[in-house]
């Protein structure tokens, strides 16, 4: 479409916007419109239906609530755009600059933004139901109740995006990088996090039952009030996190990290916490099932036996008494305060601990340590330490 007339369109559009004599609303249904200059135009309601807009700079033009449905937007630049509340539906977004732009509450379904520079744009409340983003830069963006089911997500950049209540269920999510992101009330249902990067993302009160975080990274993220329930946290590094008032009930967390993290008033019902490091965690409150309560500690109301590997790998049989205090954070190696010693292999009557030279077991004799650490969430520390089974203080 020629400049001139192009011009007279847009003028008789802002006439109509304003209600003024001679106005006219645009239509630019299937118009030719690539390379056309529209720095700040008012396109806003325009009817722009399917057409070509590729390499077109629509840098600050205001084009809310326009009809884009399968517009070609090919490497259109709209950086600080207001395309609010417009139609999107099947456009051509591909290589698009979008930089800062609002697309806010818009319909962008089935659209293409593949290669899109996406970085600080407004999604807020937006549908991208089944859009492409392959390759889409997201640094920064406002995804704030936005749409995204059916979305191809996997490793793409949202680092400090928004998606506060984002409706992100069942979707893939693998190797995202979503560090520093705000996913406050997210629906991640179902979602596949695996290798996610969520290195310190809000998660508070989220939605992540049955999510398969396994290998993710959600060191100094925060879960407070989030429901993990069923979700596969196999591998997953948990360091430092807020897991306060969290629900893992069934969750599995094999071999994860939990180091230092925060779990006060957590729910790890049924959990399958296997090989799970708790080593300096926050268990205050925690619901834990019977077999993995020791992992706060225990004074012990009957006496039990316990093994120990001292010098030159002679194991130890002790008996525990009762009210002797028990620890064992990550409910293997235990630690207490006082031990009897019933047992030494090879027919011995004393052995010296593998730790201490000065420190005797001997046979018939109660031990004690010279300190012992009241601190129920760390592992190596002071007291006397010991297997509750004779496999595991071997293989020790």
């Known amino acids: 479409m020629k400049t001139l007339k192009l011009n007279k369109i847009?003028?008789?559009?802002?006439?109509?916007?304003?209600?003024?004599?001679?106005?006219?609303?645009?239509?630019?249904?299937?118009?030719?419109?690539?390379?056309?200059?529209?720095?700040?135009?008012?396109?806003c309601v325009a009817n722009l239906q399917a057409a070509n807009l590729?390499?077109?700079?629509?840098?600050?033009?205001?084009?809310?609530?326009?009809?884009?449905?399968?517009?070609?937007?090919?490497?259109?630049?709209?950086?600080?755009?207001?395309?609010?509340?417009s139609d999107l539906a099947h456009a051509n977004l591909s290589q698009a600059d979008l930089t800062h732009a609002d697309l806010s509450s818009t319909n962008l379904t089935g659209a293409d933004l593949t290669g899109a520079d996406l970085?600080?744009?407004?999604?807020?409340?937006?549908?991208l139901t089944h859009a492409k983003l392959d390759g889409a830069f997201l640094n920064g963006a406002d995804l704030r109740d936005a749409n995204l089911r059916d979305v191809d997500l996997r490793h793409l950049n949202l680092c400090e995006a928004d998606l506060r209540k984002a409706h992100l269920n069942d979707i893939d999510l693998t190797g995202v990088n979503l560090?520093?992101?705000?996913?406050?009330?997210?629906?991640?249902?179902?979602?596949?996090?695996?290798?996610?990067?969520?290195?310190?993302?809000?998660?508070?009160?989220?939605?992540?039952?049955?999510?398969?975080?396994?290998?993710a990274i959600l060191s100094e993220a925060d879960l407070h009030g989030a429901n993990l329930s069923h979700a596969k946290l196999k591998r997953?590094?948990?360091?430092?996190?807020?897991?306060?008032?969290?629900?893992?009930?069934?969750?599995?967390?094999?071999?994860?990290?939990?180091?230092?993290?925060?779990?006060?008033?957590?729910?790890?019902?049924?959990?399958?916490?296997?090989?799970?490091?708790?080593?300096?965690?926050?268990?205050?409150?925690?619901?834990?099932d019977e077999s993995e309560k020791i992992r706060k500690g225990a004074y012990l109301e009957e006496p039990m036996i316990g093994y120990k590997k001292c010098r030159d790998d002679v194991i130890v049989t002790l008996k525990i008494p009762a009210h002797a205090i028990v620890f064992s954070i990550n409910n293997e190696k235990c630690r207490t305060n006082m031990a009897k010693v019933i047992d030494?292999?090879?027919?011995?009557?004393?052995?010296?601990?593998?730790?201490?030279?000065?420190?005797?077991?001997?046979?018939?004799?109660?031990?004690?340590?010279?300190?012992?650490?009241?601190?129920?969430?760390?592992?190596?520390?002071?007291?006397?330490?010991?297997?509750?089974t004779r496999e595991e203080a071997e293989k020790y």
Not at 179 to 189: D, E, W
């Open 54 to 85: 590729e390499d077109a700079d629509l840098r600050e033009a205001y084009i809310h609530g326009a009809n884009l449905r399968g517009a070609n937007l090919h490497k259109v630049c709209s950086c600080y755009a207001n395309l609010s509340n």
């Open 236 to 288: 997953t590094i948990l360091r430092y996190t807020d897991l306060n008032f969290a629900i893992l009930s069934y969750a599995d967390l094999e071999d994860a990290t939990l180091v230092c993290a925060s779990l006060a008033g957590a729910d790890l019902l049924k959990a399958h916490l296997k090989d799970a490091n708790f080593s300096y965690a926050d268990l205050r409150e925690v619901k834990f």
């Open 344 to 388: 030494i292999d090879g027919g011995l009557d004393h052995v010296v601990s593998d730790r201490d030279n000065t420190f005797i077991y001997r046979k018939g004799k109660m031990v004690y340590p010279k300190h012992f650490n009241p601190a129920y969430n760390v592992e190596c520390s002071d007291g006397i330490h010991f297997f509750r």
């Open 10 to 43: 847009l003028e008789a559009h802002r006439k109509w916007l304003r209600d003024e004599e001679g106005g006219e609303k645009a239509d630019l249904h299937k118009a030719d419109l690539r390379k056309a200059y529209l720095i700040r135009a008012d396109l």
């Open 119 to 127: 970085t600080g744009v407004n999604l807020c409340g937006a549908d």
């Open 179 to 215: 560090r520093q992101a705000n996913l406050t009330r997210a629906n991640l249902r179902d979602a596949n996090l695996t290798s996610a990067n969520l290195y310190g993302t809000t998660l508070t009160d989220a939605d992540l039952s049955h999510a398969d975080l396994s290998c």
